[in-house]
């Protein structure tokens, strides 16, 4: 109801509410630090901006009328936003010039988090640099640097995010190593169809749908024997001779004893890492720096 209401209303939004709780505008003058006659302007404007009758006369003070009540709940639910606002805001300009969060999923933080974080101390000693574990697809840039999946090179991600690819991840199977495959330099996803394959993953994330996406373009329907939900317990797996498991190169560390890995091909289902940023962060030579490191790690590993 109250939604075409802006930011420069909340003083208007501050003393109805005020007014509501101790029904005078004198009282509520006296909790806000405001004059009197400074609370009805506020009040009268609303009324008149909104077209609502919101106060009745009661005796010697103001009572909410029906259209009052119904107002006040949103009202004060803006105002709780706008305090929260305020406080991030406040947090932000303390914090944020004196650190680096880094928002990371398991494989990237195995590989390159170590390395990166003691980078950054090394260059930036005055920087403390956090890590976030953010699993699951990518909902929005909750960090100062966030490290994205995604199934294209070029995603699209919203125009006030900035994005550097950081490598093209492609899939590889782990085989034992006294399996027929053990020896092949690549094979076609279909020369897996009719074998005991272990799932890895969890419930239908991206890199669970760029696997079966690529199987779907062969032909091939993928049916699981083992159910392991994780690339390292899926190749410790493979290592016992339970079957074969299908992963991203980045997840295939460490490599368990009794297992080799072989590139897949035809077709060759591939995921993209993406370092996601603030374009107008205040430290932003320094986010630069470390999106570098992160790619210099990133060629090192994928090759």
Known sequence: MLVHLGMHNLHQLQSFASVAATGSVRSAADFLGLSPSAVSHHVRLLEQETGLTLFQRHGRGLRLTDTGSTVLPEVEEVLESAGRLRQRIGELRDNRMNRLTIGYFGTAGNRWLPDLVSYLEN?????????????????????????????????????????????ADPYVVAVPDDHE??????????????????????????????????CARAGVRARFRHQAH??????????????????????????????????????????????????????????????????????????
């Open 123 to 167: 260059r930036f000693p005055r920087t403390a640099v956090r890590l976030r574990l953010m699993e699951g697809p990518w909902q929005g840039l909750e960090a100062d640097i966030q490290l994205a999946i995604s199934d294209s090179a070029e995603p699209g991600f919203p125009v006030q995010v900035h994005s550097d690819l950081l490598i």
């Open 181 to 214: 495959l053990a020896d092949c330099e690549e094979v076609p996803i279909t020369e897996l169809a009719d074998r005991s394959w272990i799932d890895n993953d969890i419930g239908d994330g991206v890199c669970r749908t760029i696997f079966l996406d690529a």
């Open 230 to 303: 994780s690339y390292v317990t899926a190749l410790h797996m493979v290592g016992r001779g339970l079957g074969l498991t299908v992963l991203p190169q980045l997840g295939v560390y460490p490599l368990p004893e009794g297992v080799r890995i072989v590139r897949l091909a035809h077709p060759v289902p591939t995921r993209y890492v993406h370092a996601l940023s603030d374009p107008g962060h205040p430290r932003r030579p320094l986010i630069r720096e470390a999106i570098a490191a992160l790619r210099d790690l990133a060629t090192d590993d994928v090759v």
